[in-house]
């Protein structure tokens, strides 16, 4: 019988789309989680960094799902 305290967890851990851990801070792009960590990141990236292509790698999912299907034609 011992006191089951236990302080509230958030239920609503996703699995952020750029660093892949689980967490309940961040943004919400269509179907794609973002977490804080990465969103300001992304937004404190210059494309000029190794990493920026890093996340446009990844939220090039999320821009698939922005686009209607069919419209990305090959240059
Ligand atoms: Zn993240």
């Given amino acids: 019988m011992g006191s089951l305290i236990?302080?509230?967890?958030q239920d609503s851990l996703q699995?952020?789309?750029?660093?892949?851990q689980e967490r309940?801070?961040?943004i919400h792009l269509l179907?794609?989680?973002i977490?804080?960590?990465c969103e300001s990141d992304i937004v404190q990236s210059e494309t000029k960094?190794?990493?920026y292509n890093l996340y446009v790698h990844r939220l090039r999912k999320v821009k698939?799902?922005?686009?209607?299907?069919g419209q990305n034609k090959a240059n």
């Fill in 15 to 20: 699995e952020c789309l750029i660093c892949e």
């Fill in 6 to 9: 236990s302080s509230k967890k």
């Fill in 35 to 37: 977490c804080k960590n």
């Fill in 64 to 69: 698939n799902a922005l686009m209607p299907t």
């Fill in 24 to 26: 309940d801070n961040g």
């Fill in 49 to 51: 960094d190794q990493g």
């Fill in 31 to 33: 179907n794609y989680f």
